[in-house]
C-alpha cells in the first residue's frame, strides 16, 4: 500500500529563516501532489497544487517542489512568521479528470515559528 | 459564501445508538468526501461522492453509511456506534468532474464524536 512520510516530529525554526518541510512517499507517482495547512480545531485549508510534470510551483512566500524520481516533495515558507505556524500535511492526488477522487494525506509536520 | 458547513459541531454517542452527520456546501462543487481524522493516523477517506446520486468507498468504509442528498449535500450515518468510531469527522468538497478543474479540497470545520 502507498506510504506517505513526513517529519513526525514538531520543527522548530526561528522568525524570518526558511522553513522546508518534506513529504516522501513510496510506491506509485501521483498525477499531482497538494499540501494544506491545519490550525488546532479547525478543518485543513488547500494551499499548494503542483502537478507530476512541474518541479517547482511558488505562491507568496511558499514554495513546493516535487521530483518524482525521489518520490519527494519538498514545501518551503520563506520569511517565516510567527503566523506560519500551524500543522502542514501533505496529500498524494491521483485525480486523472474525471469524477471524485479522494486524497492520502500525510500525518503532517507540526512547525512552530519562535519570534 | 460559507463554504462547507457541518452540524453538529461535538456529539457524544453511547455504544450502539445511531446518528448522521451533516454536511452541506454552496460553492456548486460536484464531488463531496468524508474524511475522519484520528491521533497519529492522519485523515483517512471513508466515502466519496463524485456527483448526485453516486458514492463510493474509501480507505475505511466499515461501519459507516452516505447518501448524496443533492448536490449540496452529503451526510455520513453511523447506524451501530462503537468506541473505536471515536474521532473528529471532516467532510470536504472539490470541483474534480468540471471541465477544467482540478482536485484541491475544501474542507468543513469538523464534527468531533466520541463513543462511550
Known amino acids: 500500500s502507498q506510504k506517505i512520510e513526513q517529519n513526525s516530529e514538531a520543527l522548530n525554526i526561528q522568525e524570518g529563516k526558511t522553513a522546508t518541510l518534506t513529504c516522501n512517499y513510496t510506491n506509485y507517482s501521483p498525477a499531482y501532489l497538494q499540501w494544506y495547512r491545519q490550525d488546532p480545531g479547525r478543518g485543513p485549508v488547500f494551499l499548494l497544487l503542483?502537478?507530476?510534470?512541474?518541479k517547482e510551483k511558488r505562491k507568496e512566500r511558499l514554495k513546493v517542489t516535487f521530483d518524482t524520481t525521489l518520490k519527494q516533495s519538498l514545501f518551503h515558507i520563506t520569511a517565516s512568521q510567527p503566523a506560519d505556524s500551524a500543522t502542514y500535511l501533505c496529500a498524494l492526488d491521483w485525480w486523472s479528470g474525471g469524477g471524485a477522487d479522494g486524497l492520502t494525506f500525510g500525518k503532517g509536520t507540526h512547525l512552530i515559528i519562535q519570534p | 459564501n460559507a463554504g462547507v458547513t457541518q452540524t453538529p459541531k461535538f456529539q457524544v454517542l453511547k455504544t450502539g445508538q445511531s446518528m448522521t452527520l451533516q454536511c452541506a456546501q454552496d460553492m456548486n462543487h460536484n464531488s463531496m468526501y468524508w474524511y475522519r481524522q484520528d491521533p497519529g493516523m492522519g485523515l483517512r477517506l471513508i466515502y466519496y461522492s463524485a456527483s448526485e446520486g453516486t458514492t463510493d468507498k474509501g480507505e475505511v468504509p466499515n461501519g459507516y453509511n452516505v447518501s448524496r442528498l443533492n448536490k449540496r449535500e452529503f451526510s455520513l450515518r453511523l447506524e451501530s456506534a462503537a468506541p473505536s468510531q471515536t474521532s473528529v469527522y471532516f467532510c470536504?468538497?472539490?470541483?474534480?468532474?468540471?471541465?477544467?478543474?482540478?482536485?484541491?479540497?475544501?474542507f468543513g470545520p469538523g464534527t468531533r464524536l466520541t463513543v462511550t
Open positions: 470536504a468538497s472539490s470541483e474534480a468532474g468540471t471541465s477544467g478543474s482540478e482536485n484541491e479540497q475544501y
Open positions: 503542483i502537478r507530476e510534470n512541474e
